[in-house]
């Protein structure tokens, strides 16, 4: 394995944030009182740059597409655009921004309005003091379709006017066209929709995933009335909006991903050869950063000299903190480079690919994340199957394959496929075999806050009877999962716990690991990974997961009471089990302690575990997490917020409470 980079501490991650440059808010007042849009576009596209890059993470295509709509419903909102001079707005306008990608833009307006500080725009995914990945400033705007709902309830108690921005992608979500029938059943003319027709999601062409083949008549047969227009064009964003105020309306607004700049765009996807847009994702480094600011202040240098005092300001903030020596010395990265090492889910996803060339039966299913999930090398293979962003279709399309022959493997984020939860009940009634691969799970899903850091897949999961639960450690560990939930002996569906972040100490359980390849071992059993010098008595560390693995592993190092204590880890939960594996594995020891990241699936098992084996008199201490949390920069502090150290498990051991 090549070596790895530290995360970047508080102190460094202040340091950096110094260096970026928000523009003046007296310079953007200038501009939008001269309703200068094109400029005051401009000063928020520099200010999103800074939010995103402090952050180090964060969705730049999806905010630069929807600056332009941003800059005007700000505007509208803020009473610098009127729509209608003879008949002003007696309520305010709320604006919803339903594609939580772009909340980096939602948040530069809020500076320009003088709601946030220029010091909190810089405190993007930074715990519960900083600004949310995805911006819930009415509602949680993460997993996709699900704010149209919400606004039209909120717009029913209020009677107030709402603006919701949608992404196109975002359209093959089925509740958003739920939501269209409600609105148009209660006549709800306080609301418009605004859609960012930017033609990619997440990385690839609507096109190429799931395109809608008229989507002005499909807005037209739910009775509301289009408008398409620029959507780069300010003027022409707010015409449509005035034609459309006071009536059922829909704003079908043509962008750009990653719109306003010259110097970024997509390209050849050097994998799947389709078109691809790196910027989904990609943060610029330190010297592209400094172009993109000076790209946009010559932008309002074309409209007004000196950029209304903001290209003074740049020059004074360059010379004294970004000078050319600080940006090559400055990191652009927060969080640990791994090397080669990859989490459980891209092993997991690669190793799918592997078998589509010998299991004529495998069907590998995404829903618009094959890269996220490691599955790339399949897309174009005539067994894979691109559902885009719809999970709920995706997994009873599953059902379908499988009660026709195949061997289906779903594929998204865990959370997101918590959505399809009645789909895959109604799938295991009706004798489909399903494998359901939940990836960026857990607590190491730490940047992008409650709506995508799933916390409580495993407890949901292991609710339905018939489906087998798997947390897998390693990447070897993950193939062997994969593996035994295929095989044909395998007489259950299986959900698959995956994670997004590598661990260089999950690789201690890959010896044991091998033992489930040389089928000297079965899957259903225990690995119990033994101290170099065991002590009778000492508490067993029972975990499943990466996270709790290392944490189990740091409690042996660091924590007198678990000097000499074993870990054992549960390969699968919520399947028969065996018992005489686990009841070798669990004797001598008079306490157990749970280690994971989800509300409690695994303290059940352990419970329900030690009554049939008739050990119910052991002690049980848990840790487990027992809420959502915020977005977080970097893993340990996210670790510590939720009580996943050392001490704290020593702390529940100790408490005779628990």
Known sequence: MEG?????????????EQALFVVPRDAIDQATSAAQWKSVAAFHRINTLACIKSAEHGWLGACFSACEIMTTLTAIAEGHMVLNESCPATSPLHIVMSKGHAAAIQYACEYSCGRITAERLLRYKDGPEGLEAHADLLMDTGSLGQCLSTTAGM????????????????????????????????????????????????????????????????????????????????DALASALRKLEGKLGVVLADTTKAGGTKLVGPSPHPETKLQWHPWHTKVPDWELYVQMVEEQLAVVEAVSVGAFGASAAWAQHRAEKLQEQTCRALPNGLRPSHGSLVG????????????????????????????????????????????????????????????????????????????????????????????????????????????????????????????????????????????????????????VRLRRTPEPAAQLLDDAVA???????????????????????????????????????DCTKSEAAFAGSPIVVASVINVAVDAVAWRRAVAGHTQVVTIEDDFGALRA??????????????????????????????????????????????????????
């Open 155 to 234: 717009a029913a108690a209020t009677g107030e006017r709402y603006a919701v921005v949608l992404g196109d992608g975002e359209l093959q979500e089925g509740q958003v066209f739920e939501a269209l029938q409600t609105i148009y059943t209660r006549k709800a003319t306080n609301i418009t929709i605004i859609v960012d027709l930017n033609k990619f999601q997440s990385d690839n062409l609507i096109s190429d995933i799931k395109p809608i083949a008229n989507l002005e008549l499909v807005f037209r047969g739910f009775g509301f009335e289009v408008e398409r227009v620029d959507g780069h064009d300010a």
């Open 515 to 553: 033992l489930f390849h040389a089928g000297t071992y079965p899957i259903v059993a225990p690995i119990v990974v033994l101290p170099e010098a065991p002590l009778a008595g000492a508490p067993l560390l029972l975990c499943a997961g990466t996270v709790p693995f290392k944490l189990a592993v």
């Open 344 to 495: 459980t889910g891209k092993a997991f996803g690669k190793h799918l690919v592997s078998l589509l060339e010998t299991r004529e039966d495998l069907v590998l299913l995404d829903g618009d994340l094959a890269t996220s999930c490691g599955i790339n090398g399949a897309v174009g293979h005539e067994r894979f199957y691109e559902m885009g962003v719809a999970e709920q279709d995706m997994v009873s399309f599953a059902a379908g394959l499988s009660l026709a022959g195949k061997r289906p493997v779903v594929n998204t984020y865990s959370n997101f496929l918590k959505r399809a939860f009645e789909n895959v009940s109604i799938a295991l009634a009706e004798g489909a075999k399903l494998v359901l691969a939940g990836t960026y799970s857990g607590l190491c899903y730490h940047t992008d806050g409650k709506s995508h850091q799933s916390l409580c897949d495993m407890s949901t999961f292991s609710g339905l009877p018939g489906l087998a639960v798997s947390d897998p450690v390693s990447p070897a560990h993950a193939v062997a999962v994969a593996d035994w939930a295929l095989s044909e002996s395998t007489d259950v569906s299986v959900y």
């Open 605 to 658: 098992f352990v419970l329900d575990l030690l009554q049939q084996l008739g050990m119910d008199g052991v002690r049980v201490v848990s840790c487990t997490v027992d809420k959502v949390g915020p977005s977080w920069r970097t893993l340990p502090p996210c670790l510590t917020h939720f009580g996943f150290s050392p001490a704290h498990i020593a702390q529940l051991l100790q408490n005779k409470d628990n």
């Open 4 to 16: 790895t980079v530290d995360n970047v501490d508080e102190a460094g991650q202040r340091e950096r």
